[in-house]
Each structure stands twice: as structure tokens, then as C-alpha cells.
């Protein structure tokens, strides 16, 4: 190789060898679903005023778990997931509830951690949201610094001080 329109390539034509930096995505079939509880969920506001936080994992449609929208100043509230085993890479899925959709996501950034004190951004999501009632949501397939600790942080619903969850599913290589 003698030029290269990238910045970020140093081309050397004495060395006899070329290095590029490879970011690797897994494939979903790669990824293996987590069973989620309360046990391994934290909450901020940590405090349940409609639905429990068991709704999110029960398979039910009909029941959803509501952040606290009694707490000022609203959000950004996030539900966090402690793994036993440490990850890389990440797939979430969620349901609006069924009843209403004043608490869909409509931006979600989603923070790993090792030790579920310091927390590095993984992904600021920002589309492809449902709308609609009972609407459906898969992540792309997210890759960070290794994790132990997930947190959803959701940052904006129409309704602006709360979100609304009938399910949450998580993957991970």
C-alpha cells in the first residue's frame, strides 16, 4: 500500500505489513437471552408507583411496569440489570404498554459498567421508536468495554417525566 484517503492510515512503504483497526459486531444468533428479575434490577427513581418492576419480565403484555412520575424534575430515569458474568456486546428489546403510550422511549442512552458505580456510554439511541401502543422495539446489536452492569437511562417519552414498559428482554454474547 503506498497512500490511503483515510487520515487515520500512516503509510510506511519500507514495512512490508499494513495494520487496521477492526471494531467486531456479533451476530445475533450469537447472543444468548438473559432471564431477567428484580432481583437483578436497580431503579432510579427507586421507587414503584404503577406496576411492578416483576411486570417487565413476566411475558404479559397487559401488565407494564411505570417509573415514578410523581419525582421532580422527571427525567431521565433508567432501569439498570446487574449480570452475573461480564460481556461485551448487547441487545435489548422492549413493548410500549398496552393502554397508552405517553411513556415510550423516545431516547434511551445505554451505559456499561464493571462495577455498577462508574458508568461509560455505550450508544445514545434516537430513532426508530414505536409509537403506537403495544409497539414492539429491537436494539441493534451494541458492542462496548467489557460489562457487567447495563443501565437504560430514558431520557425523553411524550409525556416527559416517566416511561412505561410491558416488557424488556436482554441479550448477550
Known amino acids: 500500500m503506498t497512500q490511503c484517503s483515510s487520515p487515520y492510515f500512516e503509510i510506511n512503504p519500507n514495512k512490508q505489513s499494513c495494520l487496521f483497526g477492526i471494531s467486531y459486531v456479533p451476530d445475533e444468533s450469537k447472543l444468548h437471552p438473559v432471564t431477567l428479575s428484580r432481583d ?91 409509537t403506537a401502543t403495544k409497539g414492539t422495539y429491537k436494539s441493534p446489536i451494541l458492542v462496548g468495554k467489557e460489562f457487567k452492569h447495563i443501565r437504560l437511562v430514558v431520557e425523553s417519552t411524550p409525556a416527559g417525566n416517566s416511561f412505561a414498559l410491558a416488557e424488556l428482554k436482554l441479550h448477550v454474547n
Open 40 to 130: 437483578m434490577t436497580a431503579i432510579h427513581p427507586n421507587r414503584e408507583v404503577e406496576g411492578k418492576i416483576d411486570y417487565m419480565f413476566d411475558g404479559n403484555p397487559d401488565t407494564y411496569y411505570h417509573s415514578d412520575y410523581l419525582e421532580e424534575p422527571g427525567l431521565p430515569h433508567w432501569i439498570q440489570l446487574n449480570l452475573d458474568e461480564p460481556h461485551t456486546a448487547l441487545m435489548f428489546e422492549y413493548q410500549v404498554r398496552h393502554n397508552n403510550n405517553n411513556g415510550a422511549p423516545q431516547r434511551i442512552s445505554v451505559l456499561g459498567s464493571m462495577d455498577g458505580i462508574t458508568f461509560s456510554k455505550i450508544m445514545t439511541i434516537m430513532e426508530g421508536f414505536p
